[in-house]
């Protein structure tokens, strides 16, 4: 069925290094995307968004590039730092399901000292 | 400039019992959005609310329902809980009832039930 999924549910990365979490989505006709990040006992908290007429979008140490050929969807964090350390949400925009977004289920990025 | 609060933290609750949980919109905000989050899981989209109406609604069952009042402050009702309600209940809020493009999220409710 449709969905909105992850690759890796797990990522370690040294601090310094650039992270790249990944996202499939199923639904052609979804048209906005976004990233969210999510700390232990806190709600997701937005970090980047794009749109389905974009490739790319660049925001403070942040990259969000959309594959709309393959429906990939992968977030770029530069530089890694320890308080990147959570989980990573991707959400897609469905019209056929309100307006509201659909959630994927999350990859846990973990920042290695 | 006080975000989206949320109560109770944490809460516990038997089998069949219903519970009730509350939520306060980022000031400024007149929309707000309940979302279940299962442990591992992302959210899933509960309902919203707009004008003290529901407007949308996921694919829950009707032991779920809300209210918001004249404040934009909302509540999320959850009746005859099964234990497959454990889970961090969110709340988050928007402008303008439309596509919540901007949604600001809350710490979560802790619901667990045994």
């Known amino acids: 069925g449709e969905s909105v999924g992850l690759h890796l549910p797990t990522l370690s990365v040294q601090e310094g290094d650039n992270s790249i979490i990944n996202c499939a989505y199923s639904?052609?006709?979804?048209?906005?995307f976004i990233w969210y990040k999510q700390e232990s006992g806190k709600g997701p908290q937005f970090i980047i968004d794009?749109?389905?007429?974009?490739d790319k979008r660049q925001g403070q140490r942040v990259t969000v590039l959309l594959n709309k050929t393959v429906k990939h969807l992968s977030l770029q964090i530069a530089a890694t730092q320890p308080g990147d350390s959570a989980v990573y949400f991707c959400a897609e925009f469905r019209d056929n399901y309100g307006q509201n977004f659909v959630f994927g289920p999350g990859t846990r990025l973990s920042v290695l000292p | 400039d006080a975000g989206v609060t949320q109560s109770p933290t944490h809460l516990i609750k038997t089998r069949g019992q219903q519970v009730t949980l509350r939520c306060s919109p980022k000031?400024?905000?007149?929309?707000v959005s309940w979302y279940q989050q299962a442990l591992g899981q992302g959210p899933q989209f509960i309902f919203q609310y707009y004008e003290e109406e529901e407007r949308q609604r996921g694919n829950f069952p009707d032991r779920f329902s809300g209210h918001q009042f004249p404040n934009y402050s909302s509540e999320l009702n959850v009746n005859a809980l099964l234990l497959g309600d454990s889970a961090l209940y969110l709340c988050?809020?928007?402008?303008?009832?439309?596509?919540?493009?901007?949604?600001?999220f809350g710490p979560g409710t802790r619901l667990t039930v045994t």
């Open positions: 000031s400024g905000h007149d929309t």
């Open positions: 794009i749109r389905s007429n974009m």
């Open positions: 988050a809020s928007s402008l303008g009832g439309g596509p919540v493009y901007e949604q600001y």
């Open positions: 639904n052609s006709a979804s048209d906005y």
